[in-house]
């Protein structure tokens, strides 16, 4: 069974730029949800889709968007990056919200640096 | 604002020697999980605890979830250098849950030195 996976794994970027990055779930997941993990933040949510909606946002400002296709994949997005941006993105699958206590199955991540 | 507070943030051990991680909060969550995330990687689901004062062991490790639901504890037996990376215990259904799904501490960095 293939795992989560992020594309890219890794990129450069600068000042102003956009920047979007690519998430494939388990085959039959339909929950996706993203994570920015940085040294001094620790792991911070950003948004979580179930069935093309998102049903949960995080505390980031609009310039963090997402969205997910009919096939469960998922996509985000961050407009006129700032050097702060700079982490690594994390996108983990699972059959349905943590609110049943499910697993969360997290890809090896994208990491973006912002110069 | 960081809801879940880890201690400690590092821990450098000899291998064959014990060590606990703590997981603290002042909100109770419904569920907390414990997760490892190796460099280069994403974090693996050790263990997830419900109940008030459950305990969970996954061979070495011991797992407890405190009684009101408001922390959580690692307890590692007899470390091996295998045992190394970042330990992090996420939250669901906190009162002050923001809306995400799990709040997760700032992690516990475990080197295990042979």
């Known amino acids: 069974k293939a795992g989560v996976t992020q594309t890219p794994r890794y990129l450069i970027k600068t000042r102003g730029q956009q920047v979007t990055l690519s998430c494939s779930p388990i085959?039959?997941?339909?929950?996706v949800s993203w994570y920015q993990q940085t040294p001094g933040q620790g792991l911070q949510f950003l948004f979580e889709?179930?069935?093309?909606?998102?049903?949960n946002k995080g505390n980031f400002p609009g310039r963090f968007s997402g969205r997910q296709f009919s096939n469960s994949r998922s996509e985000m997005n961050v407009s006129t990056l700032e050097l702060g941006d700079s982490a690594l993105y994390l996108c983990a699958s699972s059959l349905d919200w943590a609110g049943n206590t499910g697993e969360l199955f997290f890809g090896e991540g994208s990491r973006l640096t912002v110069l | 604002t960081q809801l879940l507070e880890q201690s400690p943030q590092f821990l450098s051990i000899q291998e064959g020697e014990n060590l606990t991680v703590y997981c603290n909060s002042s909100?109770?969550?419904?569920?907390l999980q414990w997760y490892r995330q190796e460099p280069g990687e994403g974090p693996v689901l050790l263990v997830t605890v419900v109940t008030g004062g459950e305990v969970k062991k996954l061979k070495r490790l011991t797992f407890q979830f405190g009684d009101a639901r408001k922390d959580s504890s690692l307890h590692i037996t007899a470390a091996q250098p295998g045992d190394t990376g970042l330990y992090l215990c996420?939250?669901?259904?906190?009162?002050?849950?923001?809306?995400?799904?799990?709040?997760f501490g700032q992690g516990t960095e475990l080197s295990v030195k042979p």
């Open positions: 889709y179930f069935s093309e909606t998102q049903r």
């Open positions: 996420a939250g669901e259904g906190g009162f002050y849950n923001q809306g995400g799904k799990l709040i």
């Open positions: 909100s109770v969550f419904s569920s």
């Open positions: 085959s039959g997941h339909r929950s």
